[in-house]
């Protein structure tokens, strides 16, 4: 099982904002993503967006993409996962028996 899955954000140039000292707190950056993706997942897939606020406008609003594609797992991908495990768990026994 895959657990992270890289991204990117959208564009790349983005612009500055002058913002007065004071209202500095009021900056708020919201970040709504999926939570839960299943395979297959294409590359560029929008998965969430980032929102710049500041003080309570929405300034500037970004989609969040997959940079990769995350194919489905078949039968060989669990069967060598399962012998990977026993592999390391053999190896962390031998270890212990060692010391």
Known sequence: MINEIKTELDGGKYEKYSVR??????INIEIVSINYLEAPVEKGRIIGSLELKIDGEVIENIKIRTCEEVRKKNISDYFFEIISDYDIILKNMMSRQNV
């Open 21 to 26: 000292k004071e209202k500095v707190c009021d």
